[in-house]
């Protein structure tokens, strides 16, 4: 059997580069190594959105089904929307030997944890204050009342943040990029995820001579 994927969880105030980063990191890999997890969601999509492709898009009637079903993972309440993680989607990823991304908030983190230990957890944080609400107002998606609360819960967010493996500062977006890139190797490069692909290069230096 190939070793098993590893997972990671992403989690960051919104407008701390996550998505970006995620993208960003996915860019270099193909989709044999790596993906990102697509999350079910009730909110309503956003223009540009595709369905099963950003999130797949569902009705609250539809999610509590799910929750029901025992479907996700995890799952979560943002910002007035439910947020989950299928299960079955995640384990058939890992199976594959496929690293998988779950850009989730620290409610998820923290129930994937409990699930699964050797999960690999990264915080995201923005350089200031200021720059994550110059971030939200670049992005020309939300109003100014959405930003109000959006930077409200930003505190909660990184109120978590010591509960993560991993924080990197998204300043400069290339060192980050560097920094996420140097955690997954890091990741990849343990002995646990190597022993199938070294059982043999070992047994020929442990041979009798
Ligand atoms: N717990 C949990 N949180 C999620 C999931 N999918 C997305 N989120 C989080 O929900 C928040 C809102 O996401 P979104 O609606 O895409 O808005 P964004 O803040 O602009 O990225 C972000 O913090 C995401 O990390 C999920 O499946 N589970
Ligand atoms: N290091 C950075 N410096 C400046 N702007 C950035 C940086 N990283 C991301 N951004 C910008 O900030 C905005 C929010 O990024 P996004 O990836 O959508 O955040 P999130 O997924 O965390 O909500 C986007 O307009 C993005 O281009």
Known sequence: MATSGNLFILSAPSGA????????????ASSREMQVSVSHTTRQPRPGEVDGQHYHFVSVEK???????????????????????SEVAIDNQLAKGIDVFLD????????VRMKKPDVTTIFISPPSRQALEERLRSRGQDSEEVIASRMAQAKAECSHYQEFDYIIVNDDFEQALADLTTIVNNQRLKRSQ????????????????
């Open 17 to 28: 580069g996550k998505s970006s980063l995620i993208s960003a990191l996915l860019k270099q």
């Open 63 to 85: 999610f509590k089904q799910q929750i029901d079903n025992h479907d996700f993972y995890e799952y979560a309440e943002v910002f007035g929307n439910y947020y989950g993680t």
């Open 104 to 111: 989730i908030d620290w409610q998820g983190a923290q129930q």
């Open 194 to 209: 190597q022993i199938e692909n070294h059982q043999l290069l070992f047994k020929d230096l442990l041979a009798n001579d």
